[in-house]
T-cell receptor, first 114, second 118 residues
Framework: DSGVTQTPKHLITATGQRVTLRCSPRSGDLSVYWYQQSLDQGLQFLIQYYNGEERAKGNILERFSAQQFPDLHSELNLSSLELGDSALYFC?????????????FGSGTQLSVL | AQKVTQAQTEISVVEKEDVTLDCVYETRDTTYYLFWYKQPPSGELVFLIRRNSFDEQNEISGRYSWNFQKSTSSFNFTITASQVVDSAVYFCALSEAPNTGTASKLTFGTGTRLQVTL
């Protein structure tokens, strides 16, 4: 158990809909990262938040947005969903600046867009 | 831009065989970190190792060993005496250096699926 909690584990929705994925980082970790794993794109970095502020952006679509709340949990919002958004979405957390910093991943949210 | 190449898409071995998973990376950074993650059939990503670019010592952890060669930009992973429980997809990843503020933004390879059979 990595200590990173993601909910829900599975999500099935229709095209055009909007969903919210939730992530609770490990206790004490200030950074939250979102990654998307799809068959055609592999594992791709989407966005990073550090202590409530956006720190880095990757290949995140404009239809997607994220935020990190004061209690450090994060949400990834996906809107106007398309079939191609079907993927496994991972959240990871870390404590930047520590001597042995590494990412701890949650078990992911499997999103199926029908 | 950073890039990680795992040329082996899938490897099948019989239990107790040794197997090496290849990883080649590209980066313009002089300081960087390399990682290996394991993704078992259950789907979660499990951290295996982190190595910084200044430390070229090989590392051994039980049946796992890693060979980092900066001269060839490779960070290969060997499993000795493989077991069925080693069956998983293994990802090599690269991250920028800490002083950029994005130390853990990882660039992943496409993964190597390892199948260990009896």
């Amino acid at each position: 158990d990595s200590g990173v909690t993601q909910t829900p584990k599975h999500l099935i929705t229709a095209t055009g809909q909007r969903v919210t994925l939730r992530c609770s980082p490990r206790s004490g970790d200030l950074s939250v990262y979102w990654y998307q794993q799809s068959l055609d794109q592999g594992l791709q970095f989407l966005i990073q938040y550090y202590n409530g502020e956006e720190r880095a952006k990757g290949n995140i679509l404009e239809r997607f947005s994220a935020q990190q709340f004061p209690d450090l949990h994060s949400e990834l919002n996906l809107s106007s969903l398309e079939l191609g958004d079907s993927a496994l979405y991972f959240c990871a957390s870390s404590d930047p600046g520590t001597a042995n910093e590494k990412l701890f991943f949650g078990s992911g949210t499997q999103l199926s867009v029908l | 831009a950073q890039k990680v190449t795992q040329a082996q898409t899938e490897i099948s071995v019989v239990e107790k065989e040794d197997v090496t998973l290849d990883c080649v990376y590209e980066t313009r950074d002089t300081t960087y970190y390399l990682f290996w993650y394991k993704q078992p059939p259950s789907g979660e990503l499990v951290f295996l190792i982190r190595r910084n670019s200044f430390d070229e010592q090989n590392e051994i952890s039980g049946r796992y060993s890693w060979n980092f060669q900066k001269s060839t930009s490779s960070f290969n992973f060997t499993i000795t005496a493989s077991q069925v429980v080693d069956s998983a997809v293994y990802f090599c990843a690269l991250s920028e250096a800490p002083n950029t503020g994005t130390a853990s933004k990882l660039t992943f390879g496409t993964g190597t699926r390892l199948q260990v059979t009896l």
